[in-house]
């Protein structure tokens, strides 16, 4: 994930940085926005990922 670009956050735009995060036993790398502390990793980024297909509505949605 990491580039030698610079990265911009999703949320507000601002600069990220690389950084090493601790979850109980857990490590894992993502970027955090400097501004907002927005946390972009591989899983958020692949969930965010732009889908071709609709999504499903839920019953009662408009």
Same mark, same amino acid.
């Given at each position: 994930m990491p580039?030698?670009?610079?990265?911009?956050?999703?949320?507000c735009n601002g600069a990220m940085v690389y950084e090493r995060?601790?979850?109980?036993? $857990?490590?894992?790398? %993502?970027w955090r926005c400097l501004n907002c502390g927005e946390i972009v $990793?591989?899983?958020? %980024?692949?969930?965010r990922g732009t889908d071709k297909k609709p999504k499903k509505r839920a019953v009662g949605e408009s």
């Open positions: 580039s030698s670009g610079q990265m911009k956050c999703p949320r995060f601790q979850h109980m036993l $857990d490590l894992f790398h %993502a $990793d591989p899983v958020v %980024a692949r969930n």
